[in-house]
């Protein structure tokens, strides 16, 4: 049994507009899943989908082999969920607001809960409306975590944090659920932190899945080809097979290709017959800015 | 020419600020709220409208001091809502200008925003005809309205005094109590208040100079927060020498983490999730503000009991305040879908509270009943005529309404109440008198109302015209009010049914609306199921302004639509042949039932968050 599966989601706000249109993957025990895309992609409905808390107009998710909308305690009581937008309830104080959440779950771990209050040093006494954003994300963080989830989903959740705060956030959630084999999915536009966290991307554009891959595939089978426009019409160069994304800019054309930068020279001397494209790998940041800038 | 290419930027910013401010955001609503509530009140007053200008409000009667009471509270809460207490938006706050050019802007948005709704209430109260096309007003209620006015900006002038550093005072708990306090103050100010010019006069005077107080008060600029004392300049450096030696060392260099932390209380889980659980759903001032409302509006509703008064007004208005309630209450669980609590626990939580304010209001004005030193009476004398529930009205057999006869020839056709000027179904009141009616007649037919409504014998000497009423008593009837003393203390078991009935029929009823009303936060999957939500919420509200509407140009009778749902319980009731304790005891069942209906179709909406409100409400 998969920890998540989405099947051909189909989501849409406004009629004809869809945010989501067959989207489909998922994801097993230990997987740390990056979800990446423009504003608006849709990745904050499809977490809220996962979590119950929408509908989808078509498709099908599965927590744990559960539809989280016939059985929303059974699978809220194995997730733990912390989004950016999550407010706690502002006039209860940091320790109310733990104990609350050790009520609701039956698998809550007292020793984590003391560890991670030791290691977040926010003040039990402090009324939620009096904590920083930091602080407050913290103790989201606490809360989720510490009843040991099957399922972490992280909408954005460092959203707004300075860098050491992010980091802490992070590492913390990683360090204490990846190696028990919890599942993380988290949406971030933090490229450096995809980058140290997730094991596989999935990258949401145009209402589908562009991109479903592991990371260390990313960083080695893909390419950025800089081919000067007088060299190739750029209809061309989109057909070509693997191409994912095509712009123009400085007089060339910026392609990204599904092959290592070796394979990408070949095949487009062999195909289009380009002798003088030059093909490079690129970070996850450049290739995200290529891929979706290309194609909007 | 500069000053003039300057003056155009700056008029374009005065209108962004005055778009986005909160005042200015609500408009739509208070102007239609206010336009409705006008319109009820002077509907309800009939032909014979109260003079409002003869004294101050506190010697008009209970019934207009209540009704005024809760138009003040609206009142309050269309003032509440341009959050007063916010000097500044964070947007202006980032702008170069100073606040003496922003604030008056608001405080202009904000007094013209407690003007607009006591403007329209007023107009449509006073208004006493026509004549050109133009309202004839009365004076008496135009000076009331600008009185009522006047109290509340200076109330929201008031309110602007403390904090004067900072763009929006803090809510702590003293500034909460002294808002509380100039509440009060102004209400009991509006009551109390002479009618008289030179009250007027200076109370347009004391606004006057707290307006320019508050001005004259402004900073250079304001702060987010309340700043630290501040230190005199020779000072500075003593205090960075105090900051180097003295002050507390980082926490991580003087306390270890786990000094910080202290075990988390073991005790009260489950009183803490309802606690939260309510907080989050009601602990705000508008379900404050409703929840106080609604049991204002049950200490009413005992009157549907145990007088002829008909309150189906306020079941209706009670009706739309607990969909009010539910539907804030609805808006704020997003913060808590996440979690694993069950929905039937959360529309619990939504539900039962405004339901407890009911019962808990209601249960006060039964005690009011049992303790006050006054005995209501079912069978009345007020107004010049008999009144009665309007249960024990009648339906024109045919149309024509028959004569009313008594035993020795004198005889009476009561007034033709059809449900609508255009005809319809007709209505009559079966204990109506004429003007010309002896005193004989009038007392056959209260003594005739007391026995079909109690179900006693009414005297024989009654059929006898001739019979002597004491001179008190025609006094009485002379004057036209008074109880009658055979009434009180009696029930009447037809009027105790079609109520117990009407209870069961109003809890299923209101589970059904509930749960369609609950179909505009269902999964958007179905556009069937949106069209019937939005029939089904959108048919009954546009059926109220209707009726509204057609009661106050008398296109319609309300009243007499009112009588025609009680006679048609009435009906019912007496088809169930149950004792009024056995329909009593299924009310409850009811209630659950209709509950259990709403409940199922709440496990099923979608709770989103409004991203879009709070990030405008964030702003201010």
Same mark, same amino acid.
């Given at each position: 049994?998969?920890?998540?599966?989405?099947?051909?989601?189909?989501?849409?706000?406004?009629?004809?507009?869809?945010?989501?249109?067959?989207?489909?993957?998922?994801?097993?025990?230990?997987?740390?899943?990056?979800?990446?895309?423009?504003?608006?992609?849709?990745?904050?409905?499809?977490l809220?989908?996962?979590?119950?808390?929408?509908?989808?107009?078509?498709?099908?998710?599965?927590?744990?082999?559960?539809?989280?909308?016939e059985?929303?305690l059974?699978?809220?009581?194995?997730?733990?969920y912390?989004s950016?937008?999550?407010?706690?309830?502002?006039?209860?104080?940091?320790?109310?607001?733990?104990?609350?959440?050790?009520?609701?779950?039956?698998?809550?771990?007292e020793?984590?809960?003391?560890?991670?209050?030791?290691?977040?040093?926010?003040?039990?006494?402090?009324?939620?409306r009096?904590?920083?954003?930091?602080?407050? =994300?913290?103790? !989201?963080? &606490?809360?989720?975590?510490?009843? @040991?989830?099957?399922? $972490?989903? +992280?909408? #954005?959740?460092?959203?707004?944090?300075?860098?050491?705060?992010?980091?802490?956030?992070?590492?913390?959630?990683?360090?204490?659920?990846?190696?028990?084999?919890?599942?993380?999915?988290?949406?971030?536009?933090?490229?450096?932190d995809?980058?140290?966290?997730?094991?596989?991307?999935?990258?949401?554009?145009d209402?589908?899945?562009?991109l479903?891959?592991?990371?260390?595939?990313?960083?080695?089978?893909?390419?950025?080809?800089?081919?000067?426009?007088?060299?190739?019409?750029g209809?061309?160069?989109?057909?070509?097979?693997?191409c994912?994304?095509?712009?123009?800019?400085?007089?060339?054309?910026?392609?990204?290709?599904?092959?290592?930068?070796?394979?990408?020279?070949e =095949?487009?001397? !062999?195909? &289009?017959?380009?002798?003088?494209? @030059?093909?490079?790998? $690129?970070? +996850?940041? #450049?290739m995200?800015?290529?891929?979706?800038?290309?194609?909007? | 020419?500069?000053?003039r290419?300057?003056?155009?930027?700056?008029?374009?910013?005065?209108?962004?600020?005055?778009r986005?401010?909160?005042?200015?955001?609500?408009?739509?609503?208070?102007?239609?709220?206010?336009?409705?509530?006008g319109?009820?009140?002077?509907?309800?007053?009939?032909?014979?409208?109260?003079?409002?200008?003869?004294?101050?409000?506190?010697?008009?009667?209970?019934?207009i001091?209540?009704q005024?009471?809760?138009?003040?509270?609206?009142?309050?809460?269309?003032?509440?809502?341009?959050?007063f207490?916010?000097?500044?938006?964070?947007?202006?706050?980032?702008?170069?200008?100073?606040?003496?050019?922003?604030?008056?802007?608001?405080?202009?948005?904000?007094?013209?925003?407690?003007?607009l709704?006591?403007?329209?209430?007023?107009l449509?109260?006073?208004?006493?005809?026509?004549?050109g096309?133009?309202?004839?007003?009365?004076?008496?209620?135009?000076?009331?309205?600008?009185?009522?006015?006047?109290?509340?900006?200076?109330?929201?002038?008031?309110?602007?005094?403390?904090?004067?550093?900072?763009?929006?005072?803090?809510?702590?708990?003293?500034?909460?109590?002294?808002?509380?306090?100039?509440?009060?103050?102004?209400?009991?100010?509006?009551?109390?208040?002479?009618?008289?010019?030179?009250?007027?006069?200076?109370?347009l005077?004391?606004?006057?100079?707290?307006g320019?107080?508050?001005w004259?008060?402004?900073?250079?600029?304001?702060?987010?927060?309340?700043?630290?004392?501040?230190?005199?300049?020779?000072?500075?450096r003593?205090?960075?020498?105090?900051?180097?030696?003295?002050?507390?060392?980082?926490?991580?260099?003087?306390q270890?983490?786990?000094?910080?932390?202290?075990?988390?209380?073991?005790?009260?889980?489950?009183?803490?999730?309802?606690?939260?659980?309510?907080?989050?759903?009601?602990?705000?001032?508008?379900?404050?503000?409703?929840?106080?409302?609604?049991?204002?509006?049950?200490?009413?509703?005992?009157?549907?009991?145990?007088?002829?008064?008909?309150?189906?007004?306020?079941?209706?208005?009670?009706?739309?305040?607990?969909?009010?309630?539910?539907?804030?209450?609805?808006?704020r669980?997003?913060?808590?879908d996440?979690?694993?609590?069950?929905?039937?626990?959360?529309?619990?939580?939504?539900?039962?509270?405004?339901?407890?304010?009911?019962?808990?209001?209601?249960?006060?004005g039964?005690?009011?009943?049992?303790?006050?030193?006054?005995?209501?009476?079912?069978?009345?004398?007020?107004?010049?005529?008999?009144?009665?529930?309007?249960?024990?009205?009648?339906?024109?057999?045919?149309?024509?309404?028959?004569?009313?006869?008594?035993?020795?020839?004198?005889?009476h056709?009561?007034?033709?109440?059809?449900?609508?000027?255009?005809?319809?179904?007709?209505?009559?009141h079966?204990?109506?008198?004429?003007?010309?009616?002896?005193?004989?007649?009038?007392?056959?037919?209260?003594?005739?109302?007391?026995?079909?409504?109690?179900?006693?014998?009414?005297?024989?000497?009654?059929?006898?015209?001739?019979?002597?009423?004491?001179?008190?008593?025609?006094?009485?009837?002379?004057?036209?009010?008074?109880?009658?003393?055979?009434?009180?203390?009696?029930?009447?078991?037809?009027?105790?049914?079609t109520?117990?009935?009407?209870?069961?029929?109003?809890?299923?009823?209101a589970?059904?609306?509930?749960?369609?009303?609950?179909?505009?936060?269902?999964?958007?999957?179905s556009?069937?199921?949106?069209?019937s939500?939005?029939?089904?919420t959108?048919?009954p509200?546009?059926?109220?302004?209707?009726?509204?509407?057609?009661?106050a140009?008398?296109?319609?009778?309300i009243?007499?639509?009112?009588?025609?749902?009680l006679?048609?319980v009435?009906?019912?009731?007496?088809?169930?042949?149950?004792?009024?304790?056995?329909?009593?005891?299924?009310?409850?069942?009811?209630?659950?039932?209709?509950?259990?209906?709403?409940?199922e179709?709440?496990?099923?909406?979608?709770i989103?968050?409004?991203?879009?409100?709070?990030?405008?409400?964030?702003?201010?």
């Amino acid at each position: 049994m998969r920890t998540v599966e989405f099947h051909e989601i189909t989501m849409a706000y406004r009629k004809g507009e869809p945010v989501l249109d067959g989207v489909g993957f998922a994801a097993d025990g230990g997987d740390v899943i990056g979800l990446l895309g423009r504003n608006g992609a849709g990745k904050t409905t499809l977490l809220r989908i996962a979590m119950g808390m929408l509908a989808p107009q078509a498709g099908a998710v599965r927590l744990f082999g559960l539809d989280p909308r016939e059985h929303p305690l059974a699978v809220k009581q194995r997730v733990g969920y912390v989004s950016e937008d999550q407010i706690l309830p502002e006039f209860l104080k940091v320790a109310e607001v733990i104990a609350m959440h050790r009520q609701l779950f039956p698998s809550w771990d007292e020793t984590l809960e003391r560890r991670l209050c030791e290691r977040f040093a926010v003040p039990p006494g402090a009324r939620i409306r009096t904590l920083s954003k930091g602080q407050a =994300r913290q103790v !989201a963080l &606490l809360c989720a975590v510490a009843h @040991r989830p099957e399922l $972490l989903v +992280l909408d #954005e959740p460092a959203g707004g944090l300075d860098p050491a705060v992010r980091r802490e956030f992070l590492e913390t959630a990683i360090q204490l659920l990846n190696e028990e084999g919890t599942t993380i999915l988290f949406s971030s536009h933090h490229m450096t932190d995809v980058e140290r966290m997730a094991g596989r991307v999935v990258l949401l554009h145009d209402a589908a899945v562009l991109l479903d891959n592991p990371l260390d595939e990313l960083r080695e089978g893909f390419s950025l080809a800089l081919v000067p426009v007088a060299a190739v019409d750029g209809e061309r160069l989109r057909a070509m097979p693997g191409c994912l994304g095509l712009r123009e800019q400085g007089g060339a054309w910026r392609a990204i290709v599904r092959e290592g930068p070796a394979a990408c020279r070949e =095949r487009l001397a !062999a195909e &289009l017959g380009v002798a003088e494209a @030059r093909c490079q790998s $690129l970070p +996850l940041e #450049e290739m995200f800015i290529e891929l979706v800038g290309g194609r909007s | 020419m500069t000053a003039r290419a300057n003056t155009a930027p700056v008029a374009r910013l005065g209108w962004l600020l005055l778009r986005r401010d909160p005042a200015w955001r609500s408009l739509w609503q208070v102007i239609l709220i206010s336009a409705v509530l006008g319109i009820v009140i002077r509907a309800g007053a009939g032909a014979e409208p109260p003079d409002l200008g003869g004294g101050p409000l506190v010697t008009q009667p209970g019934r207009i001091l209540a009704q005024f009471v809760m138009t003040w509270l609206w009142f309050f809460w269309a003032t509440l809502i341009t959050n007063f207490w916010t000097r500044s938006s964070r947007l202006a706050l980032a702008l170069p200008l100073s606040p003496r050019r922003v604030w008056p802007l608001r405080a202009a948005c904000q007094l013209a925003m407690s003007l607009l709704p006591v403007a329209l209430v007023t107009l449509a109260v006073a208004q006493r005809g026509w004549r050109g096309g133009l309202p004839l007003l009365d004076a008496g209620t135009v000076r009331l309205g600008v009185r009522v006015w006047g109290v509340l900006a200076l109330f929201q002038l008031a309110a602007q005094l403390p904090a004067r550093l900072q763009h929006r005072i803090p809510a702590r708990p003293a500034y909460v109590a002294y808002i509380a306090a100039l509440a009060a103050g102004s209400l009991w100010l509006t009551l109390v208040s002479p009618p008289h010019p030179g009250f007027l006069a200076g109370l347009l005077g004391a606004v006057l100079l707290t307006g320019a107080c508050n001005w004259w008060c402004l900073p250079t600029t304001w702060s987010l927060t309340a700043g630290a004392p501040a230190m005199p300049v020779g000072d500075s450096r003593a205090g960075r020498a105090r900051d180097a030696a003295g002050c507390p060392p980082a926490r991580s260099e003087a306390q270890p983490a786990s000094v910080m932390t202290s075990p988390v209380r073991r005790s009260g889980g489950r009183w803490l999730r309802w606690r939260t659980i309510l907080g989050v759903l009601h602990a705000h001032p508008l379900a404050v503000i409703l929840l106080l409302i609604l049991t204002y509006y049950g200490f009413l509703l005992v009157e549907d009991l145990h007088t002829p008064r008909n309150m189906l007004p306020f079941i209706l208005l009670a009706a739309a305040l607990l969909w009010g309630v539910l539907g804030q209450s609805v808006g704020r669980l997003h913060r808590l879908d996440p979690l694993p609590i069950s929905r039937s626990r959360l529309f619990a939580a939504a539900v039962l509270p405004p339901l407890a304010c009911l019962a808990l209001g209601f249960g006060a004005g039964e005690l009011r009943y049992r303790v006050a030193p006054y005995t209501p009476t079912l069978v009345g004398y007020w107004d010049r005529q008999v009144q009665v529930p309007r249960e024990f009205w009648c339906v024109a057999p045919a149309g024509e309404v028959p004569l009313v006869r008594a035993p020795w020839g004198e005889a009476h056709r009561p007034a033709a109440r059809p449900l609508t000027r255009l005809g319809g179904t007709m209505l009559y009141h079966p204990y109506e008198h004429g003007e010309a009616s002896s005193p004989a007649f009038i007392d056959w037919q209260i003594w005739r109302a007391i026995a079909d409504v109690h179900g006693v014998r009414a005297p024989a000497s009654i059929s006898d015209p001739d019979r002597p009423l004491s001179p008190g008593y025609l006094a009485a009837i002379a004057r036209g009010g008074f109880t009658p003393d055979a009434s009180v203390g009696l029930g009447s078991a037809i009027h105790a049914r079609t109520h117990a009935l009407g209870a069961c029929l109003a809890a299923l009823g209101a589970g059904f609306l509930l749960a369609i009303g609950l179909g505009h936060w269902s999964p958007r999957n179905s556009s069937w199921r949106r069209l019937s939500t939005i029939l089904a919420t959108g048919l009954p509200v546009a059926l109220m302004i209707a009726l509204v509407i057609g009661g106050a140009s008398e296109l319609v009778d309300i009243g007499a639509m009112g009588a025609l749902v009680l006679i048609l319980v009435r009906n019912g009731a007496e088809a169930l042949a149950l004792p009024a304790g056995v329909l009593w005891a299924l009310a409850p069942v009811c209630l659950v039932l209709g509950l259990w209906i709403a409940q199922e179709r709440f496990a099923r909406i979608e709770i989103p968050p409004r991203l879009s409100r709070r990030r405008f409400h964030e702003e201010y």
